[in-house]
């Protein structure tokens, strides 16, 4: 019997991979309903590593490449792109941002049009990283949940994991060495009058955001990056940069409901890249950092080929160049 | 080169911020040789809640220089430096305070009042100012030991905007050491502040955020070395009339 600490995030996706195999699995999650207690509840859940490339290294186009069909498994994935834009006196943002990443194609005013109605006349020149997608990651995580259960995956929550587990997912929780928390704020509007319906990223030397529709008038917009371990309620001077930053990509956001906000850490190791690791018998897999829906399928298949070796040759080619 | 009395082996000071992950910073530090680094200090993490990247900074064995980065006012400055001291115990403070949100200008009134303030408290203040000379006099009379001139805007990259006011602080200013700090895009702008007898350079946003840190922290140090060893060797001065670099006279005769 496999028994994982966390119902979060990497938890579920580990127990998910681990069922695929035929292992009987228990997951303990102190919070009471399917990532509860997660830090995944705050996130985009942007499917992007190409975007990402531009701050992050490699491994999150090669790890996060299979990520569209993991998900598309087991939740609503829109595949839709991201669109990429920058006020006309930033354009050299845009410059930089294209020569640090690939998957992007120029696109001009009318093209966004095109992409975007609702962004009309608003932006000149943008990039179009068309293989992206996004999902709902509250949604990504009841599915998941849901899924693993079918599967047979016992998830007790309210239920504190015993002294030793086979596997770790506790995020901040776990104390490993290296291990530090990058807070990170974000808001939810509802706006109606908006129609937009892939994710944007709007460029700023000082403040970039992102803005990710959740369909029914609802958006989500982020996010900060604080090297701080502090889970106080987002600040008025990011809130006040966040909502400026949506005003910039459409005016009509001035009449919107700021619904939620919200503020958690981001478990990271030096490199801001997941490891897995081993300590006292139990293996721990954490610092997804800003790229737990990127990478958590690629993380969890390791780790799951580190619990349960593939027994033929064959399996494991496929599973190598899957 | 000595800042307060202390020998520092590098005339590259780096900043810490923007870098795309706290190990790539520390391959820039590296490769920099820089012996200080500059870390900001704000509010949402003076509580001490930084600490996990805090340890990187202080893994690097540089000597950590903290800054009141984005305070606007004296007493946000003042406030920000005490927290500083308790958490790195280092009577050192890079001294920002910020007049202009958008230029990111210093508030060269409230930059003399706060080094004031933190200098009687025994604190040694390197302050962020302008290339400003009656402002340079007025920090050393509040007692600052060292200056620290823009070469242009926080981040900008444009390099240094006006060469002249460098030049003139230098020469206003011969026994005191001059950092230029902000503005510095490229290897070439360090050179040139190097050349025109600056003693050292701050930056940070060219190398964090160059698609290679480690390799333009490199680059900014070697161009700082040249620029330096320029100045130190006595340049020739500039001529408006071509001078041949082989002999004119005692040509050779063909007969």
């Known amino acids: 019997m496999i028994t994982i600490a966390g119902a979060g995030l990497a938890g579920l996706a580990c127990a998910y991979e681990l069922a695929q195999r035929g292992a009987k699995v228990t997951v303990y999650e102190r919070g009471n309903t399917p990532g509860d207690s997660s830090v995944a509840r705050f996130a985009g859940g942007m499917l992007a590593p190409w975007c990402e490339r531009e701050s992050a290294e490699e491994e999150v186009i090669t790890l996060g490449s299979r990520t569209f069909g993991w998900w598309a498994k087991i939740t609503p994935v829109h595949r839709r792109g991201t669109l990429v834009v920058a006020p006309a006196r930033d354009r050299a943002e845009l410059t930089r941002f294209g020569r640090r990443t690939s998957g992007h194609r120029e696109v001009n005013s009318a093209e966004i049009t095109g992409l975007e109605p609702a962004l009309g006349g608003r932006f000149s020149q943008g990039l179009f990283f068309e293989q992206e997608a996004h999902l709902d990651p509250r949604r990504a995580l009841r599915d998941l949940s849901a899924k693993v259960q079918e599967m047979g995956v016992e998830i007790r929550y309210s239920t504190p994991a015993p002294a030793r587990v086979t596997l770790d997912c506790t995020g901040m929780a776990a104390s490993l060495p290296g291990l530090r928390p990058v807070r990170g704020e974000m808001a939810v509007l509802h706006c109606p009058e908006v129609k937009i319906s892939r994710t944007l990223r709007l460029l700023h030397p000082r403040m970039p955001l992102y803005l990710v529709p959740r369909g029914d008038g609802y958006f989500m917009i982020g996010g900060t990056m604080i090297e701080s371990s502090s889970d106080r309620a987002i600040t008025l001077r990011s809130l006040s940069e966040l909502l400026n930053a949506a005003f910039t990509l459409h005016p009509a956001f001035a009449e919107a409901s700021v619904v939620e906000t919200g503020a958690g850490l981001r478990p990271a190791f030096p490199d801001n890249l997941p490891r897995l690791t081993e300590q006292g018998g139990t293996l721990f897999l954490n610092g997804l950092y800003r790229h737990g829906f990127l990478l958590a399928p690629a993380m969890a298949q390791q780790a799951a080929d580190r619990l349960i070796p593939e027994t033929t040759d064959e399996n494991h080619r496929e599973r190598q160049t899957a | ?255």
Not at chain 2, 14 to 36: N, R
Not at chain 2, 59 to 80: D, F, M, W, Y
Not at chain 2, 226 to 255: C, N, Q, Y
């Open chain 2, 1 to 255: 080169m000595q800042f307060y009395g202390t020998e520092i082996p590098s005339r590259l000071l780096l900043g810490t911020a923007q870098y795309p992950s706290p190990a790539v910073l520390a391959e820039a530090v590296k490769s920099s040789g820089t012996g200080t680094i500059t870390v900001s200090l704000r509010r949402e993490t003076a509580d001490g809640s930084g600490a996990g990247f805090w340890e990187t900074l202080r893994e690097t064995g540089c000597r950590i220089l903290p800054n009141t980065a984005g305070c606007h006012s004296v007493q946000e400055a003042v406030t920000t430096a005490h927290m500083a001291r308790e958490l790195f115990d280092t009577p050192w403070i890079k001294l920002e305070v910020i007049g202009h949100s958008d230029t990111l200008q210093p508030d060269v009134f409230g930059l003399v009042e706060a080094a004031r303030i933190l200098s009687d408290e025994g604190f040694q203040v390197f302050p962020y100012t302008t290339d400003d000379l009656v402002v340079g006099e007025r920090l050393l009379e509040a007692g600052c030991e060292v200056l620290m001139p823009w070469g242009a805007p926080i981040g900008s990259g444009q390099g240094l905007r006006n060469p002249d006011a460098l030049r003139a602080m230098r020469a206003h200013f011969p026994g005191v050491p001059l950092i230029v700090d902000a503005g510095i895009g490229r290897p070439s702008d360090a050179a040139m502040a190097m050349e025109l007898g600056m003693d050292a350079v701050l930056l940070n946003t060219a190398v964090a955020k160059a698609g290679d840190p480690a390799r333009m922290a490199a680059a900014m140090a070697q161009a700082i070395d040249a620029g330096r060893a320029g100045f130190a060797a006595d340049p020739m001065e500039r001529r408006d009339m071509a001078v041949p670099s082989t002999p004119v006279l005692g040509l050779a005769e063909f007969a």
